[in-house]
Structures are given as structure tokens and as C-alpha cells.
């Protein structure tokens, strides 16, 4: 049976956007030459202050870039100061997720600023695309990452439906995992979002559901050409691709790159995952008990 999505209705105050975002840095003129004069941000506004206070607060300087759409990215320099250890750049995964993304309207000015990057000299790290963005990324002179990035398309209410599926999912499995059952990846999520859809009530059938949007359309166009296994629309915004005994797909011949092939299933499964590496995932139906 199908859950209840919980809808907001914002009725208080709300968010205009985003005024600045804000980090510490201890290269000065590197950082006002990377972002002023490389990037072309404008540099908007500066404040010099004594220490806020506390005695062990140094003095600083807070100054900020204009980053477009009436944002702004501003860095604090505490003056006398040395970077602690803890703050140190990495390449860790956990580490770089704070980052800073920018917003351009299309692929062509995605492109423009990639040029402009690497003729500023600055090392590009990567390109990807990830369902519905696709972006650059390079560092600052502090080590901090830097995205720019164009959308592909719109969020509807799809995508907030199905959002509301996976946190519910995802909360419900955290809860359980505080009661001492384990949460140690992302199957479970799936699985217990794929029960809260309409599956196909069969024995011996695997099943995907796949929001229907532009980035997994393949994954449906591959089910509904291979001659094997059956699509159905379920009517929650999803199409269901049930498999007896199972179900196969490989990233190359659908065209996925990685970044949205390890999101194949995130509109949920009804099975176990028996492979998922970089080009193949085999789903096998739920073993009864």
C-alpha cells in the first residue's frame, strides 16, 4: 500500500535565497587575486575589526566577492593567525562535501567559464554530469572545492515526491539503526521505499521502479525493448520494471555515466541487489520466508 507524502505549506516567514556563504582563509593576496582577478568576482565589501571579544579572538578581515543573482562569497583572514590541523585541506570524500556551487543558465556558459578556467591556469579536477546537473569543479588557493553549474531541468513535484519517499525511507532505516539493527549502506533504503509502492504481488519477480523523468528514462527504454521483462506505470509518478527470475542492466549499454548510474535505483527495488559495480547490477527477487 501506498504511504502518505507529507506536504509543507509554507505559512510563516521565508528564505529570499542565499546572502553568502563563508570560510577562513590564511592566504590573503592569493585568495583576493584567485577570485577578483582569475574568476572576475567583484570585490564588494570589506570589514576590519579587533577580535570579537574573547580574548584569544584574533583580530581579522571579512571581506566579500559578488557571485551573481545578488550572492556573495565571503572569507574571514584572522590576522597572526596559523591554519589548524583539523582544517587542513583533503581529498577525503567527507571533507570535500562542504563545498561552494555556482549557478550558470546553460551548457554553452558552462563551457565559457571551463574555458576561462583553464586559461587562467587553474587545474581543472573534473567535469560530470549527475541527473539534472552538470558541473566543473576546481580549487580555491586554500584547497577549497569549487563547483560551477548549469541544471538540466526544472524539480517538479515528482521529484518532491519522490524525495519525501527517499528521507522518510532513509529516517525510518537511521531509527532502526539507533535500535541496533544495521544501516551500513543504501539497499535497505531502496528496499523499504520499493514496499511502500505498488509492487507486483508476484513470487519470483524483481522489480526497479523508475521515476519517470529524462536521466532514467534508458532504464525503462532497455526494459521495454529486451523482449524479457515487463513495464508497468504505477501511477505515483513511477514506471515498474519487474524481471522473472531477475533483472540486468550494464552502464555502457544504457549510456550512463557513473555519477547516475550509482543512482539507478534510487527510486526503490523490490529484491536483492546480487552485483553492483561500475558496469553491471543484477537484482534477484526476495528470497521468501
Excluded at 570589514?47 to 559578488?66: M, Y
Excluded at 520499493?194 to 528514462?217: N, T, W
Amino acid at each position: 500500500m501506498n504511504q502518505p507524502i507529507h506536504s509543507y505549506q509554507l505559512t510563516g516567514p521565508v528564505l529570499r535565497g542565499v546572502h553568502h556563504t563563508a570560510r577562513p582563509t590564511w592566504k590573503l593576496e592569493e585568495t583576493v587575486h584567485f577570485y577578483r582577478d582569475l574568476l572576475g568576482l567583484p570585490l564588494v565589501h570589506a570589514i576590519s575589526a579587533r577580535g570579537w571579544g574573547p580574548v584569544d579572538h584574533a583580530d581579522f578581515l571579512h571581506f566579500f566577492f559578488d557571485s551573481g543573482n545578488g550572492s556573495t562569497i565571503a572569507f574571514f583572514y584572522y590576522i597572526g593567525t596559523e591554519r589548524p590541523e583539523r582544517l587542513a585541506p583533503s581529498d577525503h570524500y567527507q571533507v570535500r562535501a562542504t563545498h561552494t556551487a555556482w549557478q550558470v543558465t546553460d551548457a554553452a556558459e558552462l563551457a565559457a567559464w571551463r574555458a576561462r578556467v583553464e586559461q587562467a591556469g587553474i587545474e581543472l579536477r573534473y567535469q560530470v554530469r549527475h541527473e539534472v546537473i552538470e558541473s566543473i569543479y576546481f580549487n580555491d588557493p586554500n584547497g577549497y572545492p569549487i563547483e560551477i553549474t548549469y541544471q538540466t531541468r526544472p524539480f517538479d513535484t515528482m521529484d518532491a515526491a519522490d524525495a519525501a519517499r527517499t528521507i522518510e525511507a532513509a529516517i525510518d532505516m537511521e531509527r532502526r539503526g539507533a535500535a541496533g539493527e544495521p544501516f551500513a549502506s543504501i539497499e535497505p533504503v531502496w528496499q523499504c521505499k520499493g514496499r511502500r509502492l505498488e509492487v507486483s504481488g508476484e513470487a519470483g519477480v524483481a522489480s526497479v521502479f523508475v521515476l519517470d523523468v529524462p536521466e532514467f528514462r534508458p532504464l525503462v527504454d532497455a526494459a521495454r525493448g529486451s523482449g524479457i521483462y515487463r513495464t508497468t506505470t504505477t501511477g505515483d509518478g513511477y514506471i515498474r520494471i519487474d524481471g522473472n527470475p531477475g533483472i540486468t542492466f550494464t552502464r555502457k549499454a544504457l549510456g550512463f555515466k557513473p555519477a547516475v548510474w550509482y543512482g539507478a535505483l534510487t527510486g526503490g527495488l523490490a529484491g536483492r541487489i546480487e552485483q553492483f559495480d561500475t558496469d553491471r547490477l543484477v537484482i534477484s527477487p526476495m528470497v521468501q520466508q
